[in-house]
Nanobody, 120 residues
Framework: EVQLQASGGGLVQAGGSLRLSCAAS????????MGWFRQAPGKEREGVLC????????YWSDSVKGRFTVSSDTTKNTVYLQMNSLKPEDTAVYYC?????????????WGKGTQVTVSS
């Protein structure tokens, strides 16, 4: 059974940082693309970025370029989203997902989200 568990969310002041983790199980981790998505209150889900082959990163959201980065640890089957210089508009529920391809609108497998709240 495929499982994705996101964690690390919380409340942070604007300008601060958070690191989200997504622990994966039930599939061959390094054969899949891992994606991060977010959904702000009252808005549609937005693709943030994806990572393939541990280092090939595609940013779907221009608003996070230069502030967010992603990495993966195949020894732990975990992908990390490092979020720096956070802004109130980054407030959202963040989800990790997995798919054979880097698809910005949907992916095959999803984890439960973790709430990120950025105060001004």
């Amino acid at each position: 059974e495929v499982q994705l568990q996101a964690s690390g969310g919380g409340l942070v002041q604007a300008g601060g940082s958070l690191r989200l983790s997504c622990a994966a199980s039930g599939f061959t981790f390094d054969h899949y693309v891992m994606g991060w998505f977010r959904q702000a209150p009252g808005k549609e889900r937005e693709g943030v970025l994806c990572i393939r082959n541990m280092a090939d990163i595609t940013y779907w959201s221009d608003s996070v370029k230069g502030r967010f980065t992603v990495s993966s640890d195949t020894t732990k089957n975990t992908v990390y989203l490092q979020m720096n210089s956070l802004k109130p508009e980054d407030t959202a529920v963040y989800y990790c997902a997995a798919d054979p391809f880097c698809r910005p609108h949907d992916m095959d497998y999803w984890g439960k989200g973790t709430q990120v709240t950025v105060s001004s």
